[in-house]
């Protein structure tokens, strides 16, 4: 399988700090995305970075792939109370595979 | 909101009883998805739809059965379901360009309790 493993599984840290993610996978992938999730509703796409890219931006989000390491990380800068909810990676192998997803990791932004 | 609306947003039903999920996507994308999130597990993938042809149905119980009747509706016929399929059951479409980079879009799920 390729599905995804975040680590760790839960993170609590005080705004304005950096929330650090981990994402570990286990097949060549054509792509990986990152998901978040508020609770009880649906995912949100936040950003995707392909096998062949290392490192992407989105405001303040920052995300690096590894795929010597087969591992993704999520950095969130200066946090905010309203970042609280899963977060999950997701995987996509081959052109027509659907996307994989690991479990998630939790994370609770205090003020 | 995020174009694909799934309906209803809640659902109890008996271990006896028919029933079933709609979602419909207003993106104009060319596939559609079922997934399954139960508490502490993964989402699980339960069906895909590429241009209405189901492509993957991955060892789902027959007691879920899914229905594309056009690319933008998507159903899952439940029947005789039992206490452990009582999970969040998300839809989700994306546009599929032949190199696999599509972003999913999610409906806000459909939480199912079986009593």
């Known amino acids: 399988s390729q599905q995804g493993e975040e680590d760790p599984q839960a993170l609590s840290i005080q705004e304005g700090e950096n929330a650090t993610m981990n994402c570990s996978y286990k097949?060549?992938?054509?792509?990986l995305q990152w998901y978040r999730q508020n609770s009880g509703r649906g995912l949100v796409h936040l950003i995707l970075?392909?096998?062949?890219?290392r490192e992407k931006h989105s405001g303040r989000l920052r995300v690096t792939l590894d795929t010597s390491k087969k591992s993704s990380s999520l950095l969130i800068t200066a946090s905010r109370a309203a970042d609280t909810a899963s977060y999950f990676c997701?995987?996509?192998?081959?052109?027509?595979?659907?996307?994989?997803f690991g479990k998630g990791t939790t994370l609770s932004v205090s003020s | 909101e995020t174009g694909v609306t799934q309906t209803p947003r809640h659902l109890v039903m008996g271990m006896t009883n028919k029933k079933s999920l709609k979602c419909e996507q207003h993106?104009?994308?060319?596939?559609m998805y079922w997934y399954k999130q139960s508490a502490k597990k993964p989402l699980e993938l339960m069906f895909v739809?590429?241009?209405?042809?189901?492509?993957e149905n991955n060892s789902v119980p027959s007691r879920f059965s899914p229905e594309c009747p056009n690319s933008s509706h998507l159903f899952l016929h439940l029947h005789t379901l039992q206490p452990e399929d009582s999970a969040l059951y998300l839809c989700?479409?994306?546009?599929?360009?032949?190199?696999?980079?599509?972003?999913?879009?999610f409906g806000e799920g459909s939480r199912l309790t079986v009593l």
């Open positions: 997701a995987t996509r192998g081959q052109a027509g595979t659907a996307l994989i």
């Open positions: 097949t060549s992938i054509n792509n």
């Open positions: 970075i392909r096998s062949n890219e």
């Open positions: 993106l104009g994308h060319n596939a």
């Open positions: 739809y590429n241009f209405k042809e189901q492509t």
């Open positions: 989700a479409s994306s546009q599929e360009r032949g190199e696999g980079t599509g972003e999913l879009f």
